[in-house]
């Protein structure tokens, strides 16, 4: 089982920046792609920022150029630098971490999350 830890949330007004920081634990046999999804109330949860273990990035159009991803991938660490923060971007930002796990005789790749983390960007 693999477990996400993250931090970094809070409150700040318009135009500032946060970090996020998420970190995966367990039993980890490989960590496929890392990335940050985000759920606004009353909205659906959606994509804010993927990363592949080569590092390769992908980030919605809404964030690109305000929002890096960033990871560590001997640590199983996974950041999201957020500048110029808008109140559009407030919401709860979950971790996700697609593993490599053992099932059977076969490796299979599971999705896991973390438990959220709020951000609230004031106007």
Same mark, same amino acid.
């Given at each position: 089982?693999?477990? #996400?830890? $993250?931090? !970094?949330?809070? =409150?700040?007004? /318009?135009?500032?920046? #946060?970090? #996020?920081?998420?970190?995966?634990? !367990?039993?980890i046999?490989? &960590?496929n792609?890392? !990335?940050?999804?985000?759920?606004?109330?009353?909205? $659906?949860?959606? #994509? &804010?920022?993927?990363? @592949?273990? *080569? $590092?390769?990035?992908?980030?919605?159009?809404? &964030?690109?150029?305000?929002? @890096?991803i960033?990871?560590? %991938?001997?640590?199983?660490?996974?950041? =999201?630098?957020? %500048?110029? =923060?808008?109140?559009?971007?407030? *919401?709860?930002?979950?971790? %996700? /971490?697609?593993?490599?796990?053992?099932? *059977? =005789?076969?490796?299979?790749?599971?999705?896991?999350?973390?438990?959220?983390?709020? &951000?609230?960007?004031?106007?």
């Amino acid at each position: 089982q693999v477990q #996400l830890v $993250e931090s !970094g949330g809070g =409150l700040v007004q /318009a135009g500032g920046s #946060l970090r #996020l920081s998420c970190a995966a634990s !367990g039993s980890i046999f490989g &960590v496929n792609s890392m !990335g940050w999804y985000r759920q606004a109330p009353g909205k $659906e949860r959606e #994509l &804010v920022a993927t990363i @592949t273990s *080569g $590092e390769s990035t992908n980030y919605a159009d809404s &964030v690109k150029g305000r929002f @890096t991803i960033s990871r560590d %991938n001997a640590k199983n660490t996974v950041s =999201l630098q957020m %500048n110029s =923060l808008k109140p559009e971007d407030t *919401g709860v930002y979950y971790c %996700n /971490a697609n593993c490599r796990n053992i099932r *059977g =005789l076969s490796w299979v790749n599971d999705d896991y999350w973390g438990q959220g983390t709020q &951000v609230t960007v004031s106007s």
